[in-house]
């Protein structure tokens, strides 16, 4: 794992610049961002469902803005914020079905965000076939000692509903990726 920087000569080095060197490093996720804004032709209000397999909100029944952002994500070892995320496989056996990403500040992510785990191609947009959907259940602003937004660690959920046909409409969806450059 790569260290921060020492300090320069005047006893100082900026957190926020070692953070962002730090992602320069990190593969790419997406971000489908449910602004809450504006309702999908999908979402049905007399009974308040969606279509899951809705080719144009991915089943979120907002229209949707995605974003390709640099991220680390790792298993989380234990559930860190909502207890129905233990599944039993076996009578001895429970996992915990969580992922933490951590993000920079531009990403932003929210409670109800869905994170996707991609493959990217060499014109850097997704390639197809079935991705990694997390639904964010708890976005978490990580600051420094001067209280300056660092990074986001964001948890999540997996998905798994729909994957397939979220995975293919997603990859139609591919041109209308915004992506955020680490500066």
Not at 11 to 32: M, Y
Not at 86 to 115: M, Q
Request: aromatic residues 12%.
């Amino acid at each position: 794992m790569r260290r921060l920087t020492k300090k320069n000569h005047l006893g100082s080095f900026n957190l926020q610049q070692e953070v962002r060197d730090f992602f320069s490093t990190f593969p790419f996720a997406l971000i489908v961002k449910n602004s809450q804004l504006i309702r999908c032709y999908c979402y049905n209000p007399m009974t308040r469902s969606i279509d899951t397999k809705c080719k144009t909100c991915l089943g979120t029944g907002w229209i949707p803005t995605i974003e390709k952002h640099r991220c680390w994500h790792n298993i989380a070892l234990r559930g860190e914020s909502l207890p129905h995320l233990i599944k039993n496989i076996d009578p001895a056996n429970v996992v915990v079905d969580e992922r933490a990403f951590y993000f920079l500040p531009e990403a932003s992510p929210r409670i109800g965000d869905y994170i996707v785990v991609a493959d990217f191609g060499s014109d850097g947009l997704p390639s197809y076939h079935t991705q990694q959907f997390y639904r964010v259940n708890y976005a978490d602003p990580k600051v420094d000692e001067k209280n300056i937004l660092t990074y986001y660690k964001a948890s999540t959920e997996n998905d798994p509903i729909d994957a397939e046909i979220k995975s293919f409409n997603l990859y139609n969806m591919k041109s209308s990726i915004k992506i955020v450059p680490v500066y």
